[in-house]
């Protein structure tokens, strides 16, 4: 999968990017917008051959080596450990940014009839997978300044939406999300580690995620477009004082 010379991504002077879940949706626009921005990124993906990451592959073939990808599947820690190794093989890597984009909405998940194993699917890939995988990054030795986890208000109990009628299980899989990056936020504050942890929910985005039928009129939908322009202001606004908050695409804070 590593397609240019390790010489050439050890270049500091850039700013490196790390893009989780980046074949379609939010995570491929990242990647479109950094690519224009003449940042450096590392994208992965689960199946590089699948139809619908072919967009990702025509974006790295015109970007002259700025764009490495690799493949991770959340859903594996096997997956999770082997990309993070690979990381760890090339010479100087720093990270500015870790984005975590990957999550899954199967609709409906309703508390009163979803399975076990939807459930589980949920809580694996929202909460478990983005998870650990931040945890392996943190475990190596390469810098990182800022890891970002795409939650949602979905997730929040401050403004419970029972409305979301069919979103029981991805809201408590962001919920949790939510409750383990806090404490990852306040546990590296604990080892004076100066990586920034937010939680951004990135606006209501019209993605592959949201085309659904739901009953009820979702307001205010933006493109990926202005969603990850902005979410890129708001990342890179934030200093070690915001460890551990959440914020909109807009840069309002939001509520837990
Ligand atoms: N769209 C919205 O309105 C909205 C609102 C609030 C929060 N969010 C959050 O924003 C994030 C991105 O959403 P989106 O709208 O871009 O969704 P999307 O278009 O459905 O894309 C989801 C991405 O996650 C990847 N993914 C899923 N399971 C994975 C796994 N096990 N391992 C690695 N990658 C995996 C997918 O890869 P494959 O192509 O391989 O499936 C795809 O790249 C999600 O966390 C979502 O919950 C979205």
């Not at 270049?11 to 949706?25: H, K, N, P």
């Not at 929202?126 to 475990?139: C, E, R, V």
């Amino acid at each position: 999968m590593n397609q240019i010379p390790d010489v050439l991504f050890a270049d500091q002077g850039f700013t490196t990017w790390l893009i989780v879940g980046a074949s379609r949706g939010i995570g491929l626009e990242f990647v479109r917008q950094l690519l224009v921005r003449k940042d450096r990124i590392i994208a992965t993906v689960r199946e590089p051959w699948a139809a619908h990451a072919s967009a990702l592959w025509g974006q790295a073939g015109s970007d002259h080596g700025r764009c490495q990808m690799y493949i991770c599947d959340i859903l594996s820690e096997d997956s999770i450990v082997k990309f993070v190794s690979q990381l760890t093989t090339i010479s100087n890597l720093k990270i500015d940014y870790v984005v975590i984009c990957a999550g899954v909405l199967r609709y409906p998940n309703r508390s009163t009839e979803l399975s076990f194993d939807e459930f589980a699917f949920h809580l694996h890939t929202n909460t478990i997978g983005p998870i650990i995988t931040a945890q392996k990054l943190l475990q190596t030795n390469i810098p990182i300044g800022t890891i970002v986890f795409l939650s949602s208000d979905s997730g929040s109990h401050g403004t419970f939406r029972e409305i979301e009628d069919g979103f029981a299980a991805y809201a408590a899989s962001k919920s949790a999300l939510n409750m383990a990056l806090r404490h990852m936020a306040a546990e590296l504050k604990r080892k004076d580690d100066d990586t920034i942890i937010l939680a951004m929910h990135p606006g209501e985005v019209a993605t592959d995620m949201s085309n659904i039928n739901i009953p009820w009129e979702v307001q205010g939908i933006i493109s990926p477009e202005e969603s990850v322009r902005k979410m890129i202001d708001v990342i890179q606004s934030k200093g070690i004082q915001h460890s551990g908050t959440f914020w909109t695409w807009e840069g309002k804070p939001y509520v837990w």
